[in-house]
């Protein structure tokens, strides 16, 4: 059962910055090119604390903090002066075209080790981002953005509490380059906040992105009680989250896909050779050009049969993989439960990575092989560009596939799922003190 609590946060002053030029989308989403675009917009854009930069031989993580420190002190961000929770929508285009608004809460959650199953996970991690928002969460002392998390609100309490609020004018309102529209509404009145927290007691959240850095919130939460017992309230034994509806109808999730490079003695017809003991393989017209024709061909799919796409360099049609109904992922040596062993990204993962292309778990852990693209059409771009020798896309899963994987307290293969639009970031930041206590 999750503990929900208020909290006085840091956020930007609209009257002293533009708020569409100092928010941006989560570090891990931002290559080099953006982010130079980014720190040019503004100098008080936060990708200068969530990615930061330092001068040679400088430490870049306390200059995060050194940072965050300044703006505060000159008034471009503010502290709040009383605890509070943030209504947050997010506003945004859906792969149909038409507008959807994702709407959900952003508090302070009591954390917990995956292994009490109140925050349930749902895919593994990499080691390399939890090491750099360790190194930046010890400088800063500031959960710099949220842990996505999803609940059940079947009686739709959730909504009638927010209702109320949504009709008032915002408190922060800015647009990312995504062309979605972020909006936060204080909410600060005690009587609401106690039917909140009395509202969670009984839910279980589901992570649905962030595991990094509800990781790292953790092991960070683990030192300092390590170091010295934490009160029960403080608010370094709590994380920041942004908590939304299943039913919302905001909850889109894509694929990640896989971009293979660098292995030696790669060839075409070798993969593809060694795909058939696996798959049966079919061509989609002109699917490594087109991602609508990519796309399409993958979702006429049945939902019950494992599928995924190759797509190589120089040429136009991609190749369609689908299961073979004869093939037994446990019999190959796959692990788990059979409904996760049955996912489009188990078996990409499990027959095509390790067993046809001979990627190690360790390698797949290490990227060494292995790039992810977030985006149909530029995975393709990449491939026809040269930069890969194979591109493997698939569907994503459904939310219901997620929480069932978390109900059985198994895990998918990190970056299985993209939920969009991302979180923005720079819009509520949680600070930590452990002598501050939440309630």
């Known amino acids: 059962m999750p503990e929900i609590a208020a909290f006085r946060a840091i956020t930007y002053d609209p009257k002293k910055v533009e708020l569409s030029k100092v928010i941006t989308p989560p570090y891990d989403v931002i290559d080099a090119a953006e982010r130079a675009r980014y720190a040019a917009k503004d100098p008080h854009s936060f990708v200068h604390v969530d990615l930061p930069e330092a001068a040679a031989g400088g430490d870049k993580y306390a200059q995060a903090a050194k940072t965050l420190a300044a703006w505060q002190a000159e008034g471009a961000m503010k502290r709040d002066t009383g605890r509070a929770m943030y209504r947050y929508h997010q506003v945004f285009k859906n792969d149909e075209g038409r507008t959807v ?21 749902h895919e593994r991690t990499l080691s390399a981002p939890r090491e750099d928002r360790t190194k930046l969460l010890d400088a800063t002392r500031v959960h710099l953005s949220q842990v996505f998390g999803t609940f059940g609100d079947a009686s739709g ?13 915002p408190a922060l309102d800015g647009t990312t380059e995504d062309g979605t529209t972020h909006r936060v509404w204080r909410i600060g009145d005690a009587e609401v906040i106690g039917k909140l927290r009395h509202h969670f007691a009984s839910k279980k959240v589901y992570v649905l992105d962030g595991h990094h850095r509800y990781e790292t919130m953790v092991a960070f939460r683990d030192r300092l009680e390590a170091e010295a017992p934490l009160a029960q309230y403080s608010s370094a034994a709590y994380g920041s989250m942004f908590l939304v509806p299943s039913d919302d109808p905001g909850l889109v999730i894509l694929p990640t896909h896989r971009v293979v490079h660098g292995i030696a003695g790669f060839t075409r017809d070798a993969f593809l050779a060694g795909a058939r003991a696996y798959f049966r393989i079919e061509p989609v017209a002109g699917g490594a050009k087109d991602a609508a024709k990519l796309r399409a061909a993958l979702a006429g799919v049945s939902g019950h049969v494992a599928a995924v796409a190759a797509v190589f360099p120089g040429e136009a049609d991609a190749q369609l993989l689908t299961l073979d109904p004869h093939v037994d992922p446990s019999a190959e040596g796959m692990t788990g439960n059979k409904a996760v062993q049955k996912l489009d990204v188990s078996i990409l993962h499990g027959l095509l990575l390790e067993r046809v292309l001979k990627i190690s778990a360790a390698a797949q852990e290490a990227q060494t092989n292995l790039r992810y693209v977030k985006d149909t059409q530029k995975t393709l771009d990449q491939i026809a560009a040269g930069e890969g020798q194979v591109g493997l896309l698939m569907n994503p899963p459904t939310l219901d596939q997620v929480k069932h994987v978390a109900d059985l307290g198994e895990v998918m293969p990190q970056k299985s799922t993209y939920f969009f639009p991302k979180l923005a970031s720079g819009l509520i930041l949680q600070p930590l003190d452990r002598d501050e206590d939440l309630v």
Not at 101 to 121: D, E
Not at 157 to 169: A, H, K
Request: proline share 9%; no cysteine; hydrophobic share 40%.
């Open 101 to 121: 608004t994702r709407k959900g809460l952003v508090v302070a959650v009591k954390l917990t080790p995956w292994s009490a199953g109140v925050i349930r996970p």
């Open 157 to 169: 309490e959730f909504e009638r509490l927010m209702r109320r609020f949504d009709g008032q004018p």
